[in-house]
């Protein structure tokens, strides 16, 4: 059974705060690892996204990081905004491609 | 259009009635997905479409749900007999292929399906 776990479930943070969100996997056959962001009463949409030959990725405030040998991944958002507040989905994909699998999602709190 | 496109946007229905909802993806792409959403919960993979390759119906949750593609577009999820535990947000998405390395969804707004 492929799964990927998150947590946590929801998250509060301080206005400039890290928020870190932590998603696990179980299958090795994942082989690509996006992050999507949800707004209330919209669709998920990408965020960042990587695959697992490096051990980080950054995008402006933004940065996943992966341990390939202990099978986990995190989302840091760096100095946290009030419009960052969203629902935050980590991924993943098989290498053969396919369904993509994503974790429970973490509800996002950045408070001013 | 641009995006994906979803109908209706709500629905609500009485139990035991069946429901159509409509998936218009971004021209060109030839995966499409459904997933469901449900309150404070993840998104539950339901089908999956790849070009003319028969589709992963794994996700669906029982036999009262089904859905088509016709003419590698336009994509409908049937939910017969519906039940209080079928209201959800029901999300379609496409994306160009899902092959290596891709994985970049893009999804409609949902339909959002009250049972009552």
């Known amino acids: ?112 | 259009g641009a995006g994906v496109s979803q109908s209706p946007s709500n629905k609500v229905t009485e139990k035991g009635k069946d429901v159509e909802l409509r998936c218009d993806p971004i021209s060109g792409h030839t995966a499409l997905y459904w997933y469901r959403q449900s309150l404070g919960q993840g998104l539950e993979f339901l089908i999956y479409f790849q070009g003319n390759s028969a589709p992963d119906k794994s996700g669906l949750p029982s036999d009262r749900f089904s859905a088509e593609r016709t003419g590698g577009s336009v994509s409908t999820l049937t939910i017969q007999r519906t039940q209080q535990e079928d209201s959800a947000v029901y999300l379609c998405a496409s994306s160009v292929f899902s092959g290596q390395g891709t994985g970049e969804l893009f999804f409609g707004e949902g339909s959002r399906l009250t049972v009552l």
């Open chain 1, 1 to 112: 059974q492929q799964q990927v776990k998150q947590s946590p479930q929801s998250l509060i943070v301080q206005k400039g705060g890290i928020s870190i969100i932590n998603c696990a996997y179980e299958n090795t056959a994942f082989d690509y690892f996006p992050w999507y962001q949800q707004f209330p009463g919209k669709g998920p949409a990408l965020l960042i996204a990587i695959r697992p030959d490096v051990s980080e990725k950054k995008e402006g405030r933004f940065t996943i990081s992966f341990n390939k040998s202990a099978k986990q991944f995190s989302l840091h958002i760096m100095d946290s905004q009030p419009g960052d507040s969203a629902t935050y989905f980590c991924a993943a994909l098989p290498y053969q491609g396919g369904k993509l699998i994503f974790g429970q999602g973490t509800e996002l709190s950045v408070k001013p």
